[in-house]
């Protein structure tokens, strides 16, 4: 175990001993605890950015199962270390907030930091981990952790629906992940993420190359709330803001982005990939972003807000990989898009953690987060007003925040595709920049209304629960920090280009890795994207001025149409379905099983025979009939249908005794004195037994039943009767070698020293069946006895 | 004479499915012993009735004896089945005391019936 490997599991061990603090000191807000250790690996993880910017990496590996090709593989290098610093960075700030955001007496939280500790452990797991098994666990992981964080209130109905869904999207995406590793292992026969990306291209002529493909993508669009499944991302808003803040926005909902990038060297050679990524996030980037404005909730707004920017970089890295999938083109016009993706994924965890704690905050001092009750909080809160302009303008594209500088790489990006000369129809290639535009608008639009809705209007002091005020100090120094990383990234980029950025592209585009060079200038002179962006000013403008006109279009899609009505009907669907196919076959009544098994028995043995031709019949070792042999097998057969048509009980009991008696009868016939007389015996303890409980039938059912005749049985029964007949005809037709019984009638004196040959099998050469079966009879005589004796209701009763 | 018991033993067992499909407790025990029997015979059956051997007993001496092993299996399985059979009778017996019925239809457990 090296440093980096505890670093890994730190937040794991820290959250063990969260509760014991908890406990301890309770005049101390537990969050305190937990804000060294994100600081603390927050440094560490800084000191890396000398190595991995020199273009080096660090691998470390720890045995796990070896034997199974599964190692602890610790391996950093620029997208990985991005990650962590996101995550340790972001996640210092979080739990900052967090103190002021939860009430120290009212809230459980020793479970609150469990469950956040875990998901960091879990997530630098994710992205520092070299071998997929591993980032398969931890990535469940980040599932199981933010399932807890969504149920964190769990007395609440919306919470646990939430949670539900959630868990159920992203655990079905991670099983479909799963799936596409093991096949790539199955064609690799690697485990290590460095090691297929060396393969990748001899595995992408293997035909399980394209289900791994689209399975591995499953768990990354279901992860990143990619369309379709981006609905359970605004349902996840029932956590607590914090939560919401650094899961939903920063981190985990990234985790898709991640395995996008770190899968694009592998994947990236098929044209498929291109396409899917590229395609489903412009395809989210308009829906999520169309959806937004919508919302009257301002977490509502952002969820779905998350979900169109997630969309944004997802078709950047799709548009991204081009660079590796043409060949003829110059390359570095989609390198632009990579590079975008990269510096987008920072600028938006910056503008957006900020502007859900600023939304923590409105909702914590006015008590509502429906834009409908709020407005005019300007004067009230100066300071979270100015971090909400700085982040929403950054959202929104506005010069001269960081979200500027992405969007328009972002536009370069999408412009570039139409070069690609895609399906050798320019027309497709048309549609990526006119959706990106189109979802541009829209994203304006909606940042302008959690702009303006809730600062600016007019003040509605008598829909609030509390007097608004300005939040303390403590809640505002995470927002501020974001908020001044947005202003600085924006007028500086280029502090981040070669320390963070280059790295990142290079691991994602490692063929090209020489060719990565950032430089992101402010101004790039007149091209079509700065056309592009004062185009998304005036529309968006006009738009919003104008939204009370045209919002009634969002009514046009009804509610039965929608996704979540989809998912909703598909669940109760799926439990009703089960239920009745359940019900439908398990009617608690003996007979349908026996049906089922005796129909079964007909059907495969019958089915056996004729495949496999099995039937045959030789008459050549049969044993000549006797006249006493015929009398014999007629009085069972007749008593044995006697039994059947037999009006009382009386006549049946006496029937089946008349049959075992014939049977005894048989016994002799055959030369087996010892069975005849052991028959004879049993049979007359077994009427016996018989007649005694007859006789203690209650008189209420005393009734003598007649038969109701059944066709099912009927057929049923002669089935069974058919097959058992032609099943015994076969078997003594076809006899394949001798019977090993010379060896028991040679030895049963020389050996055994005893003449009765049957005797001598029972108690000396297969004597262990013997000692069981006197077992079973004890057993049975025990279970009559307490049977009988045992009255525990009757006792209970007196 | 393989044959003819094939048959034999196909009319006991198609008796004992019919019966153990029936409704009435005490029918179905009655099939399971007609079924015991039915295997008895079969495995007698299967394992060859020779015409001219003895009994297997070695003071007969005889040239040819009939096999021994199937009937040292058999009976076992005698006295398995009564074992089981008297549990099964005295069980139903129990039944009738405590529930008043002998109908299997009646005694099937329902949702809101505990």
């Not at chain 1, 019958?606 to 099995?614: N, P, V």
Request: aromatic fraction near 14%; charged fraction near 15%.
């Amino acid at each position: 175990m090296t440093l980096l490997h505890w670093a890994i599991i730190s937040p794991f061990l820290m959250a063990i001993i969260i509760p014991l603090l908890y406990k301890l000191f309770r005049k101390i807000h537990t969050g305190w605890f937990v804000l060294i250790l994100p600081v603390i690996l927050f440094t560490y993880f800084f000191q890396f950015i000398s190595i991995t910017s020199g273009g080096n990496t660090i691998k470390e590996t720890v045995q796990w199962m070896p034997s199974f090709d599964i190692n602890f593989t610790a391996y950093v290098d620029g997208l990985g270390l991005l990650f962590a610093l996101l995550i340790t960075g972001i996640g210092s700030l979080v739990v900052l907030y967090s103190i002021y955001y939860l009430n120290k007496d009212k809230e459980q939280l020793h479970n609150f930091y469990v469950y956040l500790l875990m998901f960091m452990g879990a997530m630098l797991g994710v992205v520092l981990s070299d071998n997929l098994i591993v980032l398969y666990m931890f990535w469940e992981f980040t599932s199981i952790s933010s399932f807890l964080l969504i149920g964190y209130w769990y007395h609440r109905e919306r919470s646990r629906y939430g949670a539900q869904k959630s868990m159920l999207m992203t655990v079905f995406g991670g099983l479909s992940m799963l799936g596409g590793f093991l096949l790539l292992y199955v064609m690799g026969g690697s485990f290590s993420i460095r090691e297929i990306v060396g393969m990748a291209g001899e595995l992408s002529t293997d035909p399980l190359f394209i289900p791994a493909l689209i399975l591995v993508l499953l768990g990354a669009f279901t992860k990143s709330a990619q369309f379709p499944f981006h609905i359970w991302l605004p349902d996840a808003m029932e956590a607590p803001t914090p939560v919401s803040a650094y899961l939903h926005s920063a981190t985990m909902v990234k985790a898709g982005l991640y395995l996008v990038a770190r899968m694009s060297p592998v994947f990236a050679d098929q044209g498929l990939w291109l396409w899917l990524v590229g395609g489903f996030g412009i395809l989210t980037l308009f829906w999520g972003s169309f959806n937004a404005v919508k919302q009257t909730d301002l977490k509502g707004i952002l969820a779905f807000s998350t979900v169109s920017q997630l969309g944004l970089i997802m078709s950047l890295l799709g548009v991204g990989a081009a660079a590796l999938h043409y060949d003829h083109i110059n390359d570095n016009i989609f390198l632009v898009a990579t590079l975008a993706a990269v510096f987008h994924l920072i600028n938006h965890a910056t503008f957006k953690g900020s502007l859900f704690m600023v939304v923590g905050i409105v909702d914590h001092e006015t008590g509502t987060r429906d834009i409908r009750k709020l407005g005019g909080l300007m004067s009230f809160m100066p300071i979270t007003f100015t971090i909400a302009i700085i982040g929403a303008f950054s959202m929104a594209g506005l010069p001269p925040f960081n979200g500027f500088l992405s969007k328009e790489m972002f536009f370069t990006g999408m412009v570039n595709i139409m070069e690609a000369d895609l399906f050798n129809l320019q027309t497709w290639g048309l549609l990526f920049p006119i959706l990106a535009w189109v979802g541009s608008v829209f994203t304006f639009l909606y940042s302008m209304i959690i702009v303006f809705k809730t600062f600016t209007g007019k003040h509605q002091p008598e829909k609030l629960e509390k007097k608004p005020h300005e939040a303390p100090i403590g809640m505002l120094i995470s927002p501020i920090i974001l908020a001044s990383l947005v202003v600085i990234f924006g007028f500086f980029p280029n502090i981040l280009s070669h320390s963070v950025i280059e790295p990142a592209v290079a691991a994602i585009t490692p063929s090209l890795a020489k060719e990565v060079e950032v430089h992101i200038s402010f101004w790039h002179g007149v091209g079509p994207e700065l056309f592009m962006t004062l185009g998304v000013f005036l529309f968006g403008i006009l738009l919003y001025v104008l939204l009370p006109k045209w919002k009634h279009i969002y009514t046009w899609i009804p509610e039965k149409l929608t996704l979540n009505s989809f998912y909703d009907r598909g669940i109760i669907a799926a439990e009703r379905g089960s239920s009745r196919f359940t019900k439908g076959y398990m009617t608690g009544y003996i007979r349908s099983y026996l049906v089922y098994i005796f129909s079964f028995f007909i059907a495969i043995l019958l089915f056996t025979m004729w495949y496999k031709g099995a039937f045959a019949i030789n008459t050549e070792y049969v044993a000549p009939i006797g006249i006493y042999e015929i009398a014999l097998a007629l009085i069972l057969v007749i008593s044995s249908v006697t039994t059947l048509f037999a009006k009382s009980r009386l006549t049946s009991i006496i029937a089946l005794g008349a049959a075992g008696y014939t049977v005894s009868l048989f016994f002799v016939l055959f030369r087996a004195p010892d069975l005849a007389l052991t028959q004879l015996v049993i049979e007359t303890v077994s009427v016996a037994l018989f007649l005694l409980c007859f006789y203690h039938l209650p008189p209420l059912s005393r009734h003598e039943e007649r038969m109701s005749f059944k066709l099912g049985n009927a057929l049923i029964s002669i089935g069974v009767g058919v097959v058992v007949t032609l099943v015994a005809i076969s078997s003594y037709s076809t006899k394949l070698f001798d019977s090993i019984s010379k060896y028991y009638i040679e030895n049963v004196y020389d050996e055994a020293g005893g003449k009765n040959m049957v005797n001598v099998i029972l108690v000396d050469f297969r004597g262990f069946d013997t000692l069981f079966e006197i077992c079973v009879l004890a057993i049975a005589a025990l279970g009559i006895f307490s049977m009988i004796k045992l009255r525990l209701t009757r006792r209970k009763e007196g | 004479m393989e044959i003819l018991m094939a048959i034999v033993i196909g009319f006991l067992f198609m008796s004992a499915v019919y019966l153990m499909l029936s409704k009435s407790l005490l029918r179905i025990i009655i099939g399971t012993g007609l079924l015991s029997h039915g295997a008895h015979l079969l495995i007698l059956s299967v394992s060859g009735l020779k015409d001219k051997a003895a009994a297997p007993l070695l003071g007969e001496h005889a040239k040819d004896y009939v096999d021994p092993l199937p009937q040292a299996l058999i009976l076992t399985a005698i006295v398995i089945s009564f074992g089981v059979t008297a549990f099964f009778l005295v069980l139903a017996y129990r039944a009738y005391q405590e529930l008043g019925t002998d109908n299997v239809d009646q005694m099937r457990g329902t949702e809101g019936n505990e």
